[in-house]
Nanobody, 127 residues
């Protein structure tokens, strides 16, 4: 099993920026494709972004394309999500997640493809 701890959430005004981080421990970080999901009360957990094991391939939900950037530092076992031009609709708990047993360039988008989850970090965007 791998342990994931998110940080960097907070309260920001619309149009502002935040950078989320996820520290990963327990297994070889580079063996996991990584992703960010988000969830608001009463709704399903939603895919936000994913990055391949190598870091060379990324994918995003349409609503964040051009505003969010996912990245990883395999040497530091860390995952990041740079969020810019934030909107009130981005308000959610953001979760870091890891997918094991996938190819080097795979970018999983479904919740069921992920094996491990962090505890989440709250992002609130005020209008």
């Amino acid at each position: 099993q791998v342990q994931l701890v998110e940080s960097g959430g907070g309260l920001v005004q619309a149009g502002g920026s935040l950078r989320l981080s996820c520290a990963v421990s327990g297994r070889t970080f580079s063996s996991y494709a990584m992703g960010w999901f988000r969830q608001t009360p009463g709704k399903e957990r939603e895919f936000v972004a994913t990055i391949s094991r190598s870091g060379g391939t990324t994918a995003y939900v349409d609503s964040v394309k051009g505003r969010f950037t996912i990245s990883r530092d395999n040497a530091k076992s860390s995952l990041y999500l740079q969020m810019k031009s934030l909107k009130p609709d981005d308000t959610a708990v953001y979760y870091c997640d890891a997918a094991a047993g996938v190819g080097m360039h795979t970018t999983p988008r479904e919740k069921d493809e992920y094996d491990s989850w962090g505890q989440g970090t709250q992002v609130t965007v005020s209008s």
